[in-house]
């Protein structure tokens, strides 16, 4: 039947606030709350999580606004929080800073448009220790036709200070990126979507990229690649994508698929395969599950990496911080 809710708080306030409950390789079992609510223009937040393996209180503030008539927005968020991980045997504090800037569609022509992100965090941390990470995301894409696009893109994400080596991981498990997810990439990519009969919805890529990222397999190299997907909106998925090294002649292997068991229930299997080495990269599984079309409960092991998310939550899913998206976004919608 109908129901109707009234609160005096914002959509954004109230959708900024949520319990949530899991399991994590880093928090191990947890119960973790967030209430966010406005002070003037930006949202304030204050989030504390209790955990078998880590505990954490925080404050902080969130900013996003457009900057007059150009087409961007600016976000900023701070916070300051304490940690206390028993993984790492650390207790400390984070100081912590956010600033991006990100463009609308800019048109150039009829047929060209283009959009970029660009987002730098700074921790600062009571050990003394320093985390810098930087996002960007610029792509200029020419539409050949309705459902055939030509796209220049560099996709970067850094951690600094930079070193020789494999950058020095932060005092925080919690703020750890695994080198395996770092990327420094210029791709030039064909893209052409499609359908097969009357329902299943067809992708096809190609196209190559250069990697900049140092101290890799596939440092300043250009490998080519080719993808095929097809798509049944809820019953499967699957896609395949093969990358062949021009420079050093190996083959890395990328596939994602899932199936629907039901109405509710979807299970995705991701893996990153190296012939060089050879070895997995990336073996992953995961399993969503709406719950009275208002909650989600999320499981994902990574086999190679050894970790394993638990989450429970009236908020969507979080999104694994994975090089390869699953075609299956993860969405809660709640019966009216």
């Avoid at 719950?291 to 409960?297: S, V, Y």
Wanted: aromatic content about 12%; hydrophobic content about 35%.
């Amino acid at each position: 039947m109908p129901t109707l809710i009234v609160s005096l708080r914002s959509r954004k306030a109230t959708a900024g606030s949520f319990p949530s409950v899991g399991y994590t390789s880093i928090e191990g079992l947890y119960f973790a709350y967030r209430f966010a609510f406005f002070v003037g223009a930006p949202l304030a937040y204050f989030s504390a999580s209790l955990g078998t393996l880590a505990q954490r209180a925080e404050v902080g503030l969130e900013l996003e606004r457009p900057l007059g008539s150009l087409p961007l927005s600016l976000t900023a968020a701070g916070s300051a929080g304490w940690h206390h991980e028993s993984g790492l045997n650390i207790e400390t504090t984070r100081l912590q800073y956010k600033v991006g800037l990100e463009t609308s569609s800019i048109q150039f022509g009829p047929q060209t448009d283009w959009r970029a992100s660009w987002t730098w965090t700074d921790a600062t941390y009571g050990t003394g220790d320093r985390q810098g990470v930087l996002r960007l995301n610029s792509a200029v894409t020419h539409h050949l036709s309705p459902d055939a696009t030509l796209t220049l893109s560099r996709n970067v994400l850094r951690v600094y200070p930079p070193t020789l080596a494999t950058p020095p991981p932060p005092p925080l498990a919690l703020d750890f990126i695994n080198p395996e997810d770092l990327i420094d990439e210029l791709r030039l990519e064909y893209a052409k979507t499609g359908m097969r009969g009357d329902a299943i919805a067809t992708t096809f890529k190609i196209g190559a990229f250069y990697d900049y990222l140092p101290n890799t397999l596939s440092t300043n190299t250009t490998s080519v690649t080719v993808t095929y997907g097809e798509r049944l909106p809820n019953l499967y998925h699957w896609q395949f994508e093969p990358e062949y090294n021009l420079d050093k002649q190996f083959v890395t292997l990328i596939t994602d698929t899932g199936v629907a068991f039901g109405a509710d229930v979807y299970f995705t299997v991701q893996a990153k395969y190296e012939t060089a080495t050879p070895r997995f990269e990336d073996l992953d599984y995961i399993v969503t599950a709406q719950i009275r079309n208002c909650f989600e409960l999320s499981v994902k092991y990574r086999q190679v990496r050894q970790e394993l998310w638990i989450a429970l939550g009236i908020s969507p899913s979080p999104q694994w911080q994975t090089q390869y998206q699953s075609e299956r976004p993860n969405r809660v919608i709640c019966d009216s």
